[in-house]
Each structure stands twice: as structure tokens, then as C-alpha cells.
């Protein structure tokens, strides 16, 4: 990173930045200061350039990553469920228990092309080989592999996850389908079953099993649940990979993932949060287009780009709404109905210049604004613009969640069920 941008993040990172009416001039100004403290010898035009092309490098950042295991194990409920579709859906992962992968298979992200999920050929042959299967699917070509087990972990499991441990990459084990586990002993024992008790000792037997295979490096395992990503251990399987991946590949990771959790949630917005001052660092220094009635300059395109892009960060898109109103079974316009924030198709690049504008002119009185330097007022309002738009969005998406899981009002069925049920015309 260059030492001035560097410079701007290591002073902006200790400012406080939960923004309310009485402290916001004192934080814009404190903003200001810092940006202007960190170029005072210049270098705004050659700090911002680089950021910008450091926000292109993540924009194509590749993140490929491999999905492996027995056929009906769950490895095509669990790609579906890494980029939030159903198998219904389209471009969904079919799900069934004839395996039909006979090479790779890649399932690009809706949403984020340079995401890819691999589905690879099933490892329950007989006369199955590490080294040749390895070689078979390219293995240089992913970033970590995921090894899929339905129950036990068998010897093809563990001979896979030590080649490619010996070839020095990443591997993770994933018990799948642990909601039907836990549910068969439920029916079993039903007097004494305990789930939390239950999960605690399929990680003992795993723990157990692994660590007679393995004498370094132990992988861990992860219980989890294709249909509630929210539940068991798919929250430590995320954080995990949050450790193992490098830094541009574990952004594209978490934006990537659907929003899960309420906790997820924050997490991604975190994520968000730590990028702003580049956004507002490039729209201040370069291809700066000045603004109507104010002495600024911010460059509107990058911010729109940005903006739309938090939204299916969000899952607040046009699409993302439609499929959840549609899994839900409500009308799409009930679930837009909740939200406070602009819809997507009305974010235009004359909404992003009024909106900076009067977020200038609420933290920067006009008598203020033209004793400062443009450039420093650039941007403290577009860095306070953005951030309190990402505060929005993520509240939006709490809404909407909330919206979605209501119990539906009995009468009139949604629109898209009344479809279903017309007489075809033929």
C-alpha cells in the first residue's frame, strides 16, 4: 500500500464513527484533519490512483474452490447453499443421488463471477488414487478443497485430505447432513436425547478417527447442515477459512457467502466498513467531477458502482427480493415495503450527487466548507455518505429477514402462487 495511504487508514482507523446529529460536525471536521495531516506534503493524486487500482485487483480477484466427497453426501446441497440458491433455482447444483460428475463441474456465482464452486467427481470407487484423481480434476487450480462426508469418514476421505495436505494446500472436512442425524436420534431416543450432548460426541469420535491418520496437521471438522447454514458449525467453518485465506480472497469469501445470520450480517458489514476510506479516497483524487453549489469534487461513477454493489452485498437487489419473497410466499412489494433506503433501480448518479450534497451540507456549514480544502471536504462527506448508506442497507436487510419470516396473513395467496394455480390457455 502506499505509505500515504497507509498513513490516512492508520489515522482513520482510530476515529469513532458511530455518527449521530450532535457529534457529526466535530467527527467530519476530525476527518478532514486526518485526511489532510496524512497528504500534507502531497500525494493525494498517486495515493488515490493506486487505491483505485487496488479496488479493481479485489473487483477481479478469482476465488476458486473445491467441493469433494462420496456421491449422496451432500456436496451439491452444500454448493447450492454457498451461493444461496435452492435446488429449484436456476443454475442450481442438481441434488440427488446418482453421481453424474464425471469432471469438474463449475458453478459460477450469480453475483460475483470471479467466485467459482467446483463440484469434483465423486472418491468412492474401489480402486480409487489420490495422486491420479488429484491430477485428473487440476489441483493447482483451486484454493482450498472442502471433503464432504454424509457419515463416517472413510479411508478415500482421509488418502484425498493427506495428498493434498502433502502438496501443501488447504483442506477442510464437513460432516453433512447433520439436522437428519440429529433428528433419527431424536426418534430413537426421545426420553434422553440431548442435541448439544449428541454433536459433542460425533466431533470426539471424529477427533478420535483423524488423529490415528494424522500425525501433524489434524484438519478439523465441521458439522453442518446444507439447509441452516445459521446453525452448528458452519459459523466456525467460515471463520476458519477467514484465517487460512489471503486477505483480497477472504473479502471476495465473505461477500460471496448469503446472509445467513443476523450475525453474518454485521460481519459482512464490518468487512464493508474497512473498505469505505478506499472508495472515498479514489472518488476524491482522481476523475473528480465537481459538484453543483459546493466547492468538491468526488467521482460519481466509482460511487454508484459501489453503491448498487452494496445491495446484492445485502441481498436487497431486485433479484435477491424477488427469491426471497418467492421462497417465502408473499408478494415482492410487502418485503420492498419495509425498507427505508432507496430502492436499487432509483440509485442514479443524480440521487449519489444529491446525496452527497446534503450530507456536505449537514456536517459542513457553507460558511465552513470554503475555508477547507476541497479535496479533504470531498472526502469526509463522501466517506460519511457511504458509511451511514451501509448502516441503512444493513438495518433494510434485518427488516426485510424479519418481514420474510412473519407467518402469512390467511386469505388471498400471493401473486406468484395465483399464477400456478390459472388454467394454462391453450
Not at 47 to 68: Q, S, V, Y
Not at 155 to 180: G, P, T, W
Request: hydrophobic residues 40%; charged residues 30%.
Amino acid at each position: 500500500m502506499n505509505s500515504y495511504a497507509e498513513k490516512l487508514f492508520l489515522r482513520l482507523k482510530n476515529i469513532d464513527l458511530n455518527f449521530n446529529s450532535k457529534t457529526a460536525y466535530n467527527i467530519a471536521i476530525k476527518i478532514h484533519e486526518e485526511f489532510m495531516e496524512a497528504f500534507s506534503d502531497g500525494g493525494i493524486k498517486e495515493a488515490a490512483f493506486e487505491i483505485k487500482e487496488e479496488l479493481e485487483e479485489l473487483e477481479n480477484t478469482e476465488l476458486d474452490i473445491a467441493i469433494t466427497g462420496e456421491t449422496g453426501s451432500g456436496k451439491s446441497a452444500l454448493i447450492n447453499a454457498l451461493r444461496g440458491l435452492k435446488a429449484e433455482d436456476d443454475g442450481a447444483a442438481p441434488v440427488g443421488v446418482t453421481e453424474t460428475t464425471v469432471y469438474p463441474n463449475v458453478y459460477t456465482h450469480s453475483k460475483y463471477p470471479k467466485v467459482k464452486i467446483w463440484d469434483l467427481p465423486g472418491i468412492g470407487s474401489p480402486d480409487f488414487s489420490p495422486v491420479s484423481y488429484l491430477k485428473k480434476v487440476d489441483f493447482p487450480r483451486y484454493d482450498f478443497f472442502i471433503i464432504v462426508g454424509s457419515e463416517r469418514f472413510r479411508s478415500n476421505h482421509i488418502d484425498l485430505a493427506q495428498a493434498i495436505q502433502k502438496m501443501e494446500k488447504k483442506c477442510y472436512f464437513v460432516r453433512s447432513k447433520v439436522d437428519s442425524d440429529l433428528s433419527n436420534m431424536e426418534r430413537s431416543y426421545p426420553n434422553t436425547f440431548n442435541a448439544e450432548e449428541v454433536l459433542e460426541k460425533m466431533r470426539d469420535d471424529f477427533k478420535k478417527q483423524l488423529r490415528k491418520c494424522f500425525r501433524n496437521t489434524i484438519p478439523q471438522v465441521f458439522l453442518i447442515s446444507s439447509w441452516h447454514l445459521d446453525k452448528y458449525d458452519f459459523p466456525q467453518l467460515v471463520e476458519m477459512l477467514e484465517k487460512d485465506l489471503p486477505s483480497l480472497k477472504r473479502l471476495a469469501f465473505l461477500l460471496s457467502l448469503p446472509m445467513f445470520s443476523p450475525e453474518f450480517k454485521e460481519k459482512k458489514k464490518s468487512a464493508l466498513k474497512s473498505h469505505l476510506w478506499k472508495i472515498s479516497l479514489a472518488s476524491a483524487g482522481i476523475n473528480a467531477i465537481p459538484l453543483p453549489n459546493l466547492p468538491l469534487a468526488c467521482d460519481t461513477a466509482l460511487l454508484l458502482g459501489s453503491m448498487v454493489a452494496f445491495y446484492k452485498m445485502f441481498e436487497l437487489d431486485d433479484g435477491s427480493l424477488a427469491r426471497r419473497a418467492r421462497l417465502a410466499r408473499k408478494p415482492v412489494e410487502e418485503l420492498k415495503a419495509v425498507m427505508k433506503s432507496p430502492q436499487e433501480k432509483e440509485i442514479t448518479i443524480d440521487l449519489v450527487i444529491k446525496l452527497i450534497t446534503n450530507y456536505a451540507k449537514e456536517i459542513f456549514p457553507p460558511s465552513i466548507v470554503r475555508s477547507l480544502v476541497a479535496a479533504g471536504v470531498s472526502f469526509a462527506a463522501t466517506y460519511w455518505m457511504l458509511s451511514s448508506f451501509l448502516d441503512n442497507l444493513a438495518e433494510d436487510a434485518d427488516r426485510v429477514r424479519k418481514k420474510a419470516l412473519e407467518p402469512r396473513a390467511p386469505g388471498r395467496a400471493p401473486r406468484q402462487a395465483q399464477d400456478l394455480m390459472q388454467p394454462k390457455v391453450k
